[in-house]
Structures are given as C-alpha cells and as structure tokens.
C-alpha cells in the first residue's frame, strides 16, 4: 500500500515524523483528506484535531491552527501548538475549558473576550481528542502481534 | 604586613567565592545547552516557514504587497534590543549595548529611532543614555515559547502597519560558539523574503487564496524571527556567563595559592621570630 511522508512540527519542537497511509485535516475551508500522491497543496489550518492512520491504526493530535502543506508526496505541518492525544490530561483540558467559558461569561473587554474566546475553542478540540481517545481504548493499549 | 589570621579569613572568603562561581558555570552550562537545543528544535520550523515565504512572496500580483512586505522610504526606525536580564555575564551585555548605540548613533545618524527593549540590561542601558525607549519586555525566562513572543511581536507589526515606524531591526546576541558570541543587527521589517531556486517554483492548490495563506504566515514568520532571535541571546548570555564563571573559578583559586603561599611565609616568620626570642633569652642567662 503507498504511504507518504508525514512530518509535524512546531515552533518548539518536532511532534511526529513518519510514513503514514492517510491524514484528515482541520483546514480553514473545510475538513480535507489527504492520501498518498496528493497535488501540490498549501493551506491554513484552524483549531481542531487532526487524525492520521498509520499501518491501519489511527491516531489523533490537537492542532490551535497552523499551515499545512503537500508536496512530494510528504506532507508538512507547521502548527501554532500541538498535543498529541496520550499527551492530554482530560481533567485538566475539561478544566481549561470551564475556565474559558467563565471569562466570556465575564466579558471584561474586546481583546480579552477575542483572547478567552479563542482558548475556549482550543479547550474544546483538546477535551474532544482526549474523549475520543479514551472512548477508543479502554483497555490494553496498541494491539500486540497484529499482523501487517 | 597583614596578620596570619587576617591572611586566613581572606582564603575562605576567596574560597567560598569560588564556590559560588563554580556552581554558576554548571548551572550556566546546562542552560546553555538547553538553549541550544531549543535553537535546533526550532530549525526545521523555521527553515520550512521561510522556503513557503518565499513561494507565496515571489507569486505574480496585481494588488498591492502585504503590508509587512512593503519598503516606504525610511524616516523612522524601531530597534528591538534584545540583552540578558541578568548580569555576571562577562562583557555580552556591554557589547551588545555599543553595538546597539553606534546604530542609533552612526548607522541613523540623521533618522530618529525609537527603542524596544527586551532584557533589563539594555534597557537600564537605554534609560540611562536617554534614549526614547517606547516598550519595555524582561522577565522572559530562561525557557520562553512562542506564545510568550507574541505581545512583543504584535506591538511591532502594528506600529510598522500603522505607519508609526517604516523599518524594525533587532539587535541580539548571535551565538556562534561558547566563546564568541556575536553582536548582531538584522532588519526584521518589512520582511525580506528569500529570492527562490527557479527549479523550486511549485504550483501549490491554495486555499484558501494565496493571500489569505500569506495573511496567516506573515505574522508567524515575524513571531518566528524574534522567537529565533531570543533563542540565539539565551544561548549567547549563557554561554557568556559560563565561560565568566569559569575564568572568576579559575582566578579564584589563583588567588587562593597565593594567599596560602603568604600565610605560609608569615607563619614560618612568626615561627622563626618566637625561635630567635628563645635563643636570645636562653643566651642572656649564659
């Protein structure tokens, strides 16, 4: 089956560098797939999660926006900031997000209300990769022996 | 002369100096590796936001440039100071300061200039010589993200936008090894995008239109030099302060053999007059 090189970086650090067999992206226009020899691609990402198969298991990272380009056949993601899903503390995500929702309740000011708003999307993607995430595996983690 | 226990408490003041300085250099050492290693980290990020720069900009366009491309005629500059916070850093903080000012003072000799500081070095610096210093940013730590960038990043972009300033240059320390690190001045606005390889030129799918894309990777690329720039100053300042460290370490415990020496001498002295005390007496009673 064909793959494509998939490389994930932020301004801090690389989050994920490997072959993979598909990517469904949080683009601006709209939610896009990308498989394997995609044309030549640039655009800009907005928050919310982004999911990869790699060698028949998916697996998902929280993206707050970025760019995401295509081009032979390797795929480039420059993320604002980005958390890979076993790296998010659902308690704390959940928590983030009520602390969200009470500023805007509180509107202080414009800049403030833009800024709260803004971390209020971020809390949700990052409370909704972990649920998926926990609803997909309870129990043991990546099947062991699974053949390819 | 001094007193022999004089001589000795001098030793464990030098002593416990030392001591202080040592662990300074370790402490510096380890955080300079840190930096280094966030510089790196940061690389591929920059290098790939760059090369699309440099697509997007050397697209064919009827409208106007962005407005963080475009070149006014210069009748004011903002310089971005970037300088350690702390000092026992050797002489980074001084040199970065002169070449900050022969800037200002030379290089725009007839064009006002209007200062951003980040780091309390150059900023008591710039207050000091009475420079107009239009925001101040320190504390940033010795780990900043991105995110931390940003408040800097826009007060920039929206006064270069708004016309307040025509040109925006930071001044950092650039880290080239442990030893030297370089003063350096780099023009940040309007931004200069890469000339691109003919043979790079791709016909990407934008979306969703071109400017839009380039709208969205300006501003982080702006965001991108100055994260890179503070990078390259924590690396230098650590740098700076270790090698300091280990040189005040090294003159420390100088300073302690010579000390030893001399408590040595006047020792065997006071020995040695106790010794002649004794004799003559012994040789008055014969």
């Known amino acids: 089956m064909a793959t494509m090189q998939f490389e994930m970086v932020t301004a ?114 990052r409370v909704a990769v972990a649920r998926r995430r926990r609803s997909r595996s309870p129990g043991p983690g990546p099947q062991a022996g699974a053949a390819e | 002369m001094p007193s022999l226990r004089q001589i000795r408490r001098r030793i464990r003041t030098v002593q416990n100096t030392g001591k202080i300085t040592r662990a300074m250099e370790m402490v510096a050492a380890v955080k300079m590796r840190r930096a280094q290693q966030a510089t790196m980290a940061a690389r591929p990020y920059a290098e790939k936001m760059a090369e699309l720069l440099s697509h997007l900009a050397g697209m064919p366009s009827d409208e106007d440039p962005h407005p963080l491309l475009q070149n006014r005629p210069v009748e004011r500059v903002t310089l971005v100071h970037m300088t350690p916070d702390r000092g026992l850093c050797g002489a980074l903080p001084g040199n970065l300061n002169r070449r900050a000012g022969s800037f200002i003072l030379e290089d725009n000799a007839g064009t006002p200039v209007s200062v951003v500081t980040v780091g309390r070095k150059g900023r008591d610096f710039m207050v000091r010589a009475n420079r107009e210093v239009q925001a101040v940013f320190d504390g940033l730590g010795d780990r900043p993200e991105l995110m931390d960038i940003v408040p800097l990043a826009r007060l920039i972009m929206d006064s270069f936008v708004s016309g307040e300033t025509d040109a925006v240059f930071i001044s950092f320390g650039q880290f080239v090894n442990t030893i030297v690190q370089r003063p350096t001045l780099q023009q940040l606005l309007p931004v200069v995008p890469a000339e691109l390889a003919a043979d790079k030129a791709v016909g990407y799918i934008y979306e969703p239109l071109p400017a839009d894309v380039l709208d969205a990777l300006l501003p982080r690329y702006v965001e991108m030099e100055l994260y890179h720039a503070v990078l390259e100053g924590i690396a230098s300042e650590q740098s700076a302060r270790m090698v300091a460290m280990r040189n005040a370490t090294d003159n420390a415990s100088d300073l302690v053999k010579d000390l030893t020496l001399e408590a040595n001498k006047v020792r065997q002295e006071a020995i040695t007059n106790e010794l002649l005390d004794i004799i003559g007496g012994t040789l008055t009673f014969q």
């Open chain 1, 12 to 125: 801090e650090r690389q989050l994920f560098a490997g072959e993979v067999d598909s990517i469904v992206a949080p683009g601006t226009a709209g939610e896009l797939g990308i498989l394997p020899h995609h044309a030549p691609l640039l655009t800009t990402l907005s928050p919310g999660e982004l999911r990869f198969t790699q060698g028949g298991q998916e697996q998902s990272i929280a993206v707050t926006g970025g760019f995401l380009e295509v081009l032979d056949n390797r795929v480039t993601i420059l993320a604002d900031a980005a958390e890979q899903a076993d790296e998010i503390v659902l308690e704390r995500a959940e928590e983030a997000m009520r602390r969200a929702e009470e500023r805007i309740a509180q509107r202080v000011s414009d800049m403030d209300l833009e800024r709260a708003v803004a971390a209020l999307r971020r809390a949700q993607v």
